[in-house]
């Protein structure tokens, strides 16, 4: 290789080195800046206003039914500073997307998720990323998790009110007294299937399963999916 080939291959790898160099100073910066928002949100406890304009209309929610979804799958709405979960780089995206098309930065961040991912406070001793926009509006920012799905709101049900808390018992108890066999309610001969024992034993497992359920419900729950929609304590 002649000389002015070496100069030239010299020239070629200074140049790729400080393309190389742009672009690790260009995403050090960019994680300085995800670092900024992330402890933003992070630190996000107090509800703020935000106005933004020409929104996606399907992105924006009351808080009626954020309230609704909350009670319906057994999640909770709280200020993002209180949220313990991680927040992945899609939202911080999402949150720099909104910031830049409308000119402003976002505040007064919300999140909707379970709340095993809260740092509750105790009484005793699938996340949602929002923002608010006045009017009892949040605006959709972010969506991670997959905490809305049919089974969770099969399981909820049950905690969702008294009503359905009595409901579920006395389901449950007429199931248990409709499938035990006539033979087994009586030491005589075999019955009718409807019979006062069966009766009798629809009222011992109605009673039972209500102690069950009360006992459970003080040890492990304490609130009902509409109060506790909200709340920032365990019960």
């Known amino acids: 290789m002649d000389q002015t080939g070496e100069d030239e291959l010299i020239r070629l790898l200074r140049g790729q080195d400080a393309l190389v160099q742009e672009v690790h100073s260009i995403l050090e910066e960019e994680e300085k800046k995800d670092a900024v928002l992330r402890a933003v949100i992070r630190s996000s406890f107090n509800p703020s206003v935000n106005h933004l304009d ?10 009626d039914a954020i309230r609704n979804v909350c009670i319906k799958y057994r999640l909770r709405f709280l200020p993002s500073g209180r949220f313990k979960g991680p927040v992945p780089a899609g939202a911080l995206f999402a949150v720099k997307r909104v910031e830049a098309r409308h000119g402003a930065p976002l505040t007064g961040f919300m999140v909707l998720a379970p709340s095993g991912q809260f740092k509750l406070c105790d009484c005793n001793a699938d ?5 608010p926009l006045g009017n009892d509006r949040y605006y959709l920012v972010h969506r991670w998790g997959n905490d809305m799905h049919a089974l969770r ?20 108890a007429t199931s248990m007294a409709a499938i035990v066999p006539s033979a087994w309610l009586s ?10 024992n069966r009766l009798a034993l629809f009222t011992c497992l109605s009673l039972f399963l209500s102690a069950a359920a009360s006992f459970g419900w003080l040890a492990f729950f304490g609130q009902f999916s509409k109060e506790a929609w909200n709340s920032s304590t365990f019960n």
Not at 127 to 131: A, T
Not at 161 to 168: E, H, K
Not at 187 to 196: D, G, L, Q, R, V
């Open 127 to 131: 996340p949602m990323l929002f923002v």
């Open 153 to 172: 709101a099969v399981m909820g049900w049950p905690v969702r009110g008294l009503a359905q808390l009595a409901a579920t018992v006395l389901l449950l």
């Open 54 to 63: 020409g929104v996606a209309p399907e992105r924006v929610f009351t808080l």
């Open 187 to 196: 030491a005589e001969m075999p019955t009718e299937w409807w019979s006062i």
